[in-house]
């Protein structure tokens, strides 16, 4: 595992699995890692031929991020589980978990449950063209000692094919909670995901919006296994 994610840095490990445990295809995995997302953990990832959901995945794992934001350590352990329904470019996820989390004075357990629906179209992700992405996500958290709360996620990118190989890519996302959040779960602005130019962590509150377009320039062949380009 080698990943880099602005204002986190750098996350190196590995991930050792064991295939067949849970059935055909089936996979028993423990990922860890260190650097950027300090992680162990255990993950059972089970797909399925035939029935309601073509994928279920149960895991645990104990982690640490850095937050930019507020400079603080975020201290984790969770366990969850994941039911997954794909069909074509259709996805749907139903998830249920729970956290213990410390961060800085901040000593919470919380449970969360939720689902998420994705449309997407696009045949190479790591270069889109003539395609569209939109997601839409809700989620309710009930943190010990404070009221529940539910947020919502609301994504949407489209690619549009231009002269030769030029993509002008648009994305807009709006982030919501009904109330306040603890700190450790605010949505933060700024870095390359969300607002280029600032720094990762600039700021961060209950709701995030943002909106951006770019003209993409892949200056080799979508064929070559490393690709070269540069974005305005």
Sequence with gaps: IVDAEDGYGVTYGA????????????????????????????????????????????????????????????????VWVSLERATGPWRAHGT?????????QDHDRFRTIGGDLTFDTRVDPVLPRNAVLATASIERLDVNARPAVTRTRLEGRA????????????????EDAS???PR???????????????????????????????????????LHLARLGVSV
Excluded: C
Aim: aromatic share 8%; proline share 7%.
């Design 15 to 78: 991930r050792l699995a064991v295939l067949g445990t849970a059935g055909p295809q089936s996979r028993l995995s423990f990922p860890l890692t260190w650097g950027g997302t300090k992680q162990a953990g255990v993950e059972v990832d089970r797909p399925f031929a035939r029935g309601p959901f073509t994928r279920v995945l149960i895991g645990g794992a104990v982690q640490r991020q850095h937050n930019p934001a507020f400079d603080e350590d975020d201290d984790r352990q969770r």
């Design 184 to 222: 450790y779960l605010k949505p933060m602005l700024g870095g390359w995901s969300s607002l280029r130019g600032v720094e990762a962590g600039t700021y961060a509150g209950d709701i995030l919006d943002a909106e951006s377009a770019e003209l993409r320039v892949p200056l080799t062949s979508p």
């Design 179 to 181: 109330g306040p959040l």
């Design 159 to 174: 690619y549009v094919g231009l002269v030769g190989q030029l993509v002008l890519a648009v994305r807009a996302v709006r």
């Design 96 to 104: 249920a978990g729970w956290q213990r989390v410390s961060f800085a």
